[in-house]
């Protein structure tokens, strides 16, 4: 069975951490590389970021590519924890990683000519502002040829939002980027925060990371020092890994469900980066997003759980092959 090809597009981020991690512990899934962003933290702490957890992973033919340091239009605002910037050394080690020469545009481009040209197309994991994506489309329409999906963490329906309360942050950060994307013709999977709130990770869950080797620990203490939980909000112990949502429905798809609908974004005014989605017809337009409802939440954290666990031996395998060469 061929392995999915997969370009991870992301602002990294602990959410995003989490969600890199579980794909370089998937052998279902070739990573081809990071194309990192702006959004979380600024582009030089998000490549560093990006840097370390290929680090720490071990994952040396992994690259990773700068991209795009601000939206395509508004004004640049950050995450949450903007204040974090790049991993602090006790959270996430050091490595000798560094950011590849090539543009992340100009990777995307590359990446989507060569896979139209196999007949092989390509899958998106966006999560993070979609901003290098949307230039990619824009300067090189055709980009979409080579992209089988784009499965996305954007968008708040019933939940509303997080970083303002009408807006989720990827599509907040650059609005006018995911109406590019939104727009492109090319399949699209969402996952909105309807659906990642509907998971939420305990403290024990996060102390099971730290079976993962010096990677699944690195991931403990990262959510360990930033707190997630919310029970004003959520109603319960716990708090969501939105990013990983993405890669786990690439690799168990039958954990979800969805439907489609017409998904559009609000990209001026006091409510940008507002996404709507129209699951009735009322607008008479056609279905460009299937969004994501319902997840089954043991299954979730059991898969990412178990797959941040083969970390242990993949670190293991690396420093064994380290000495040999060595020798």
Known sequence: M????????CDPGVDDAAA????????????????????NVPLDDTLANACKIIGISGRRDVAVYAGASGPLVRDQVYGKYARIGTF???????????PAR?????????????????????????????TDLALALTLHPDTARGINRIICMAGAFRALGHRTPWAEFNVYADPHAADVVLRSGIPIVMMPLDVTFQALFTSEHIAAFRRGGRAGEALCKLFTAFDRSDIG??????????????VAWLLRPELFSGQPAHVGVE??????????????GKLGRKANVTVITGVDEAG????????????AGSCARDGHKREAEIR
């Open 2 to 9: 061929s392995k999915l090809q997969v370009i991870i597009d």
């Open 20 to 39: 890199i991690l579980l794909a370089l512990a998937s052998p279902e899934i070739e990573l081809l590389g990071l194309s990192v962003v702006a959004g």
């Open 88 to 98: 602090a050394d006790d959270l996430m080690p050091p490595g000798d990683i560094a």
């Open 102 to 130: 090539e543009n992340a545009v100009q990777f995307l481009v590359r990446s989507t000519h060569a896979a139209a040209v196999s007949g092989d197309p390509i899958t998106i994991c966006a999560i993070g502002p979609m």
């Open 233 to 246: 909000r959520f109603g319960r112990p716990g708090g969501p890994i939105h990013d990983a949502m993405t």
């Open 267 to 280: 990209t001026r005014g006091e409510t940008m980066g507002h996404t709507y989605a129209d699951f009735t």
């Open 300 to 311: 979730f954290i059991e898969l990412l759980t178990e797959r941040i666990a083969r970390h």
